[in-house]
């Protein structure tokens, strides 16, 4: 018996030691192959996924370390030194959410598989920045170890979790939620995606469809970049990833592909502690009096002309999570984000899985803190499911409303296994669809999912919205559908017969003002057809009236849910024409006059509107011009057969962040005219059709 101990005690100690060893052993780069495509578009081939892992920093480096860089910084805490205030709420944050802790506390539970490619991550990315120390933006910040990334990745995965509105709301003295993080780029608040998958229920060819099409920001740090992987040890993925992630997270392998989009269940909690009179770094937990938690920190804040000053600030925390004291008290709030580093484990099992099994068991992990999920298979397999880390709470309670934090029953550590969350697998509609629409209408109405069968708890508040309505209608008109129906249905830009925007604002349609000064651009508006070609007419004018009404009506107080006095809608067409006239001379000015695609030295006209399946996001320019800033991002539509696999892409710009690259604008002209670029995972055509084939040195 003794003996067996001895033995098994042995094979720990070896087991534990080629972990470390595999783990800390450096990556050879000659044995890395960084194949350049005719779109710039890296695939790297590598024996281990470590070496994968390597190449894919050394090659997105190429193409844009500045955003990778940014990504990490408040990790070391230096974006302020950058960014100014800016970039100091960041550094602020990693400290408020202990991202640096929930790093070292968590390392020890990552597997094997998933560390390994972060290794060789953070070495292709160290090994670029010792190449090219002139390209490093702010001094000692690398090398980068392995607490920096997992620091930096939590980070991220609370920007993915809300965790922004919620520091947000409590900086700004708000208990109502506010819509993005003074200083943050908030992603969930105006980014929406689409995600359709069809199988031979629905096909004509009886293959099985899937469109990728989320509808991110097209520049920043989330912004998609475009990358095929390719080890021995199983991964062949061709997708898109994030600067700074070491995974594409959507995409396709040889046999299964899936895309995310925005879900938005409840995700976080606010408490408001019962601080003690007597003692302000007390607070009432069952019945006592306990500590905060306190710690003083200091950030280094770039200012006036680049002078670096140090501010002091305080970083207190409660058993119920982070707290913040603004001028209405101290409050606690609580995301599963807290505790979690593991979604490069989860997005890496989905990259290698082979079907449907092995897809769903990698879901089970629950890495990922939140988004829909929307998959397709060569088997002919289509699902859906609404994934996100849900902690398990009382169902007594509402908690979408503030809670009074003095319970520790109140306290959420435990979330919902897989099992519990929403999804749905082949439907006998043969189609599946989201569009961050509700979850419990995701195929036909009579196979849709049901609420009331899942735990009121999750409060989701997405509901429908002109994508989700639009969609409808185009399904009905099918029975089955081939691939240009498919891609007709993708690159759809018509709003659904009523929009469901503001209040009454379809009336802006049939009233009759009988006032000539507003007739040329109401008529405009009236005959419009509700589409949004760049060629269109009218298009223009709605949107520039829609947004001017927006203004007017929260200059009045007026709720936009509200049944809105027409005077408002004819002072939005005085402004909407005034707008026009001044800034191109005539009323009857071209959607594609109006806003423009832009980048370098390249400006071209650009189709969509807010909230079509294929919208364009735009903010103002110059001229009276707008430029487009999200919406179609990185396009991936994938044909699966038993024994094939079609995929074609596209992205907004090109894919490369140097300006000074071919593919800084190389696929724009593509984008604005809906076309694509043809893709493959197969290496002898790869290899074959390639402009450079290198070694990352």
């Known amino acids: 018996m003794q003996k067996d101990m001895l033995m098994f005690r042995y094979n720990i100690l070896i087991f534990l030691f080629f972990l470390f060893y595999n783990s800390l052993a450096q990556v050879d780069p000659s044995a890395i192959e960084i194949v350049r495509d005719k779109w710039g578009v890296p695939h790297i081939y590598a024996k281990t996924d470590k070496e994968v892992a390597y190449g894919l920093a050394w090659a997105h480096a190429e193409d844009d370390f500045l955003t990778i860089q940014k990504t990490f910084l408040p990790a070391k805490g230096m974006l302020g030194r950058l960014d100014g205030i800016r970039g100091a709420i960041l550094d602020y944050a990693v400290e408020l959410l202990k991202s640096r802790d929930v790093a070292e506390r968590e390392l020890k539970n990552l597997p094997e598989e998933g560390l390994n490619i972060i290794y060789g991550y953070l070495e292709g990315l160290n090994a670029y920045a010792k190449k090219y120390p002139d390209k490093v933006l702010v001094k000692k910040s690398f090398p980068l170890s392995i607490y920096d990334y997992l620091t930096g990745l939590n980070l991220m995965l609370h920007l993915f979790s809300d965790t922004g509105d919620v520091i947000g709301q409590l900086l700004s003295n708000s208990i109502n939620p506010i819509d993005e993080m003074s200083g943050v780029d908030n992603i969930g608040s ?141 409050f606690a709030f609580f995301s599963q984000s807290l505790n979690n580093i593991s979604a490069i484990e989860q997005w890496l099992k989905m990259n290698k899985a082979r079907n449907f099994d092995e897809f769903e ?35 007594s309670k509402d908690w979408r409303k503030l809670l009074i934090g003095d319970n520790s029953s109140l306290i959420l550590n435990e979330y919902h296994p897989y099992d519990d969350l929403p999804k749905l697998i082949n439907p006998p509609s043969g189609y599946i669809f989201n569009t961050n629409n509700s979850p419990f209408n995701s195929t036909s109405s009579q196979y849709n999912l049901k609420e009331t069968d899942f735990n009121p708890t999750f409060s989701f508040k997405e509901k429908e919205n002109n994508r989700s309505y639009r969609f409808m209608e185009l399904i009905e008109e099918y029975d089955k559908i081939d691939y240009d129906d498919f891609k007709k249905i993708k690159y ?72 809105i006095p027409h005077i408002y809608f004819l002072e939005g067409l005085k402004t909407a024409k005034k707008y026009l006239v001044k800034n191109f001379g005539k009323v009857d000015i071209l959607l594609g006059d109006l806003q423009r695609h832009i980048r370098g030295e390249l400006s071209l006209p650009v189709s969509g509107l807010i909230d079509m399946i294929a919208p364009t996001y735009v903010s103002k320019y110059k001229g009276g011009t707008y430029r487009s800033v999200s919406g179609e991002s990185y396009i991936m539509l994938v044909k699966y057969s038993k024994s094939n696999i079609d995929i074609e892409t596209v992205l907004p710009y090109g894919n490369s962040n140097n300006s000074t690259s071919p593919h800084y604008t190389d696929q724009m002209e593509m984008y604005i005219n809906k076309k694509t670029k043809s893709m493959t995972l197969d290496k002898d055509k790869i290899y074959k059709s390639a402009l450079r084939i290198y070694n990352p040195i």
Not at 214 to 230: K, M, R, S
Not at 254 to 262: D, I, Q
Not at 383 to 391: D, K, V
């Open 190 to 330: 105006s980014i929406g995606s689409n995600g359709f998958a069809f199988n031979s229920k629905k096909t004509l060819d009886n293959k099985t469809y899937l469109n990728i099409n989320t509808h991110q920001p097209l520049e920043g740090p989330f912004a998609w970049y475009e990358a095929h992987v390719n080890s021995d040890e199983g991964w062949n993925m061709l997708g898109g990833l994030f600067p700074g992630l070491p995974v594409p997270v959507i995409g396709t392998n040889e046999n299964l592909g899936w895309t995310h989009t925005y879900n938005y269940p409840d995700m976080n909690d606010i408490f408001q502690l019962v601080v003690n009179p007597n003692n302000k770094n007390q607070y009432k937990l069952d019945g006592n009096w306990k500590n905060f938690e306190i710690k003083d920190i200091k950030i280094k804040v770039k200012v006036f002309l680049g002078v670096k000053i140090n501010i002091k600030r305080k970083v207190i925390w409660s058993e119920f999570g982070p707290v913040i004291k603004n001028k209405k008290g101290y």
């Open 361 to 395: 068991d990698a879901l089970k992990l629950l890495g990922i803190p939140r988004f829909n999920i929307v998959y397709a298979d060569r088997n002919d397999n289509i699902f859906y499911m609404s994934n996100a880390r849900l902690s398990i709470r009382d169902n």
């Open 492 to 563: 759809d830009q018509k709003y659904p017969d009523s929009i469901a925007f503001i209040g009454n604002i379809n009336e802006i349609f049939s009233i009759d003002f009988k006032n000539e000064e507003v007739a040329d651009i109401h008529n405009l508006i009236i005959n419009w057809d509700k589409e949004g070609d760049y060629n269109n007419l009218g298009a223009a004018q709605w949107s520039i009236f829609y947004n001017n009404t927006l203004k007017i009506l929260k200059k009045n107080n007026i709720e936009v849910t509200d049944s």
